[in-house]
């Protein structure tokens, strides 16, 4: 079945660094949603990106999707300790669009 | 009052044994699903269901089953419970035009031993 790939896995910052983590399809994707998911708590729906080359900012953090909608980006700028999660990227089935597939997701360590 | 939630929070139970997850909504939406969320392994479907007479299977539903006995409800049965079934287990809502995300339940930590 159709997955999407994430990585890294892990990624520990310096507080006040950049973190990126990446979202990959071998498909075409309709859309892409991104989600958080703070330590001990649940996924929390970010954004969703649906045109090609879209660019979306919710204030220190970017949403790409790529211009084939095959990849997709989520860049926090100077990072915070509020920041600590695991950020996960969701892209739908082949021919479902209201079932996703969910990618590993991307665990932040932010040191203080 | 949270959008989804789900009972219990926590469940400890023996193998074998048939446990049921529930989950409510009032968020007012057809569609309802059920993840599971292992170490290393993301979420994944167990089951999902578009309105109260439509059930279907996801990628993991071996060993589960569900009832839709209303649209804001939507249970989770584990028919004889087994330890690789310990996870974190999550119900979750969307609404039917797919404008917006997931909203997500607190979650069921399930340990079965």
């Known amino acids: 079945g159709q997955q999407v790939m994430q990585i890294p896995q892990y990624q520990h910052v310096q ?22 998911q703070r330590p001990g708590g649940h996924p929390v ?7 090609s080359g879209e660019v979306k900012k919710q204030k220190r953090l970017t949403f790409q999707f790529g211009e084939a909608k095959k990849n997709s980006s ?39 | 009052d949270a959008d989804v939630t789900q009972t219990p929070r926590n469940r400890i139970t023996k193998t074998g044994k048939r446990i049921m997850l529930e989950c409510s909504q009032t968020k007012g939406h057809d569609r309802m699903y059920w ?18 007479k439509d059930i279907n299977k ?13 649209q ?7 028919e004889s419970a087994i330890p690789n ?9 969307r ?6 995300g997931y909203t997500f339940g607190s979650g069921t930590r399930l340990t079965v031993v």
């Open chain 2, 95 to 100: 609404d039917d035009r797919g404008i917006d």
């Open chain 1, 15 to 36: 507080e006040g660094e950049d973190f990126t983590t990446y979202c990959n399809s071998s498909t075409t994707l309709s859309n892409i949603q991104w989600y958080k």
């Open chain 1, 74 to 112: 989520l860049h926090i700028t100077a990072t915070q300790t509020t920041d600590v999660g695991t950020y996960f990227c969701a892209g739908p089935y082949s021919g479902g669009y209201q079932k996703v597939t969910f990618g590993i997701g991307t665990k932040l360590q932010v040191i203080p």
């Open chain 2, 58 to 70: 996801g990628e993991i539903s071996d060993g589960y089953s569900v009832s839709r006995q209303a």
């Open chain 1, 45 to 51: 729906f970010l954004i969703q990106l649906v045109k």
């Open chain 2, 35 to 52: 993840y599971r969320q292992d170490p290393g392994l993301g979420l994944r479907l167990i089951y999902y269901s578009f309105d109260v």
């Open chain 2, 85 to 93: 079934q310990t996870a974190l287990y999550f119900c979750a809502t």
């Open chain 2, 72 to 78: 804001a409800k939507f249970s989770l049965s584990l």
